[in-house]
């Protein structure tokens, strides 16, 4: 059975601190790993990661994947209020079917 | 990104009866996909709409209490039939591969339900 397991579970910060997420997987026949910011009830796709040692940007938030180690981390620089959210990390299954297999996510707070 | 729009926003329902869920994409998808959200937890797949076909449910979901139609390329729909207070959850549509892309997902706006 595919599993992804974030931590940690909740993190509060101050504004301006540099954040990291983790993201663990396990899943047969791997294809790619998504992260997601979810503010109120719909997820927003951040990124798409597939390839080792590559890392993808976009602005203050960057995520990295490891196929050997089978994990990704989602970092967020010089973190601002509107960067609390839960961030979620999910995968797709590998046994052909499309649906994807969510982590609890992490509920992240930014304190003014 | 495909614009994705949900039907209802939210909705407050009395138990034992019946609630259904429309989502509309702007543009033909290959997948349409109906997860649930219950209160504190993370996303879970319910099932993948299949056009033309009956949808495919994951374990523990039956198609006598979620129901899903798949009329066309861009339209579906999910009941909640028969419902109970552990059904309050956030259900949400996705769209995979909108023409040009693969493998991510996009959500809609999701819709809250709450029984009584």
């Known amino acids: 059975e595919d599993k992804v397991v974030q931590s940690p579970l909740s993190l509060v910060v101050h504004e301006g601190d540099t954040v990291t997420l983790n993201c663990s997987y396990e899943?047969?026949?791997?294809?790619?790993l998504l992260w997601y910011k979810q503010e109120k009830k719909a997820p927003t796709f951040l990124f798409m990661l597939?390839?080792?040692?590559i890392e993808k940007k976009s602005g203050r938030l960057s995520s990295i994947l490891d196929k050997k180690e089978l994990f990704s981390i989602l970092n967020i620089t010089a973190t601002q209020t509107g960067d609390s959210a839960v961030y979620l990390c999910?995968?797709?299954?590998?046994?052909?079917?499309?649906?994807?297999?969510f982590g609890k996510g992490t509920h992240l707070i930014i304190q003014p | 990104s495909a614009v994705i729009s949900q039907k209802p926003s939210r909705d407050i329902c009395q138990r034992g009866t019946s609630l259904t869920i429309q989502c509309q994409v702007d543009?033909?998808?290959?997948?349409m996909f109906w997860y649930r959200q219950q209160p504190g937890q993370s996303l879970t797949l319910i099932a993948t709409?299949?056009?033309?076909?009956?949808?495919?449910?994951e374990s523990g979901f039956v198609i006598d209490k979620f129901p899903i139609s798949r009329p066309n390329l861009t339209f579906s729909t999910l009941t909640v039939s028969n419902m109970s207070p552990e059904d309050s959850s956030i259900y949400l549509c996705?769209?995979?591969?909108?023409?040009?892309?693969?493998?991510?997902?996009?959500f809609g706006p999701g819709t809250r339900l709450t029984v009584l």
């Open positions: 996705s769209v995979d591969r909108p023409l040009g892309r693969t493998d991510t997902q996009y």
């Open positions: 709409a299949n056009q033309g076909s009956e949808a495919t449910y």
């Open positions: 899943v047969t026949n791997f294809r790619s």
């Open positions: 543009s033909q998808v290959t997948m």
């Open positions: 597939t390839s080792s040692g």
């Open positions: 999910a995968v797709p299954p590998g046994g052909g079917a499309d649906g994807l297999t």
